[in-house]
């Protein structure tokens, strides 16, 4: 017997028996889809509920990325995908989803088995320049993205100061710097309420 996907729809199972094994407690609702209990939260289970939101295979860019790289705890309530300019796709009747075409390297893609999602940097330049994004919400959320890969924070950085024709630029330098004073590491030498370096102590 073939072995079910780790994220199920409608098309795996009947609605009525998923609903019933949600009830008996073996399944558990995650976006759009299904899943056991104790399946592990990974990327790669993130990005298979968000795919059954769309008919074809598109690749989940923006704050959806940010959520499948585990920068937000839920999913957003509208799921973006982006294509490469160069292809060609029909209107997306899908009132819980937005598809745009975009200039995209093969690098910039990951892939979960055989769904595609940006990659860390190219989520995180995607999120800075966002001009309908929030500034605070970029930063928070650019932040959670690289808190625990600070390593590609240069990367990143490069990519935005090398963009010199790039609409809203100077909004997405802006937030970089205000992401990077965040993930700035601490002193541990001298953590707050000590005397300032370099002060001689007022005891004896």
């Keep these: 017997m073939a072995r079910l996907p780790a994220v199920l729809g409608t098309d795996d199972l009947p609605l009525a028996e998923l609903c019933a094994a949600r009830l ?19 990327p790669e289970f993130r990005a298979a509920a968000l795919a059954l ?20 705890d839920v999913p957003p309530g509208i799921a973006q995908f982006c ?3 160069s292809a060609r796709i029909a209107v997306l009747a899908e009132r819980r989803a937005t598809v745009r075409e975009v200039r995209i390297e093969d690098h910039e893609v990951v892939r979960f088995g055989d ?17 309908d994004l929030d500034d605070d919400l970029a930063v928070e959320v650019t932040t959670a993205l690289f808190d625990a890969r600070r390593a590609l924070l240069g990367e990143l950085a490069d990519r935005l100061e090398g963009a010199f024709r790039m609409p809203y630029r100077s909004a997405a330098l802006a937030r970089l710097g205000r992401v990077e004073l ?8 001298q953590m707050p309420g000590d005397a300032p370096t370099g002060q001689p102590s007022l005891t004896r």
């Design 182 to 189: 965040r993930l700035r590491p601490v002193d541990v030498r």
């Design 115 to 131: 769904v595609r999602c940006t990659s860390i940097v190219r989520t995180g330049f995607d999120l800075l320049r966002d001009p």
């Design 53 to 72: 939101r769309v008919p074809r295979s598109l690749i989940i860019e923006r704050t959806s990325a940010a959520w499948v790289h585990g920068a937000l």
């Design 83 to 85: 294509v490469p300019s």
């Design 24 to 42: 008996d407690g073996e399944l558990f609702a995650i976006d759009d889809g299904w899943a056991p209990v104790d399946e592990p939260d990974l």
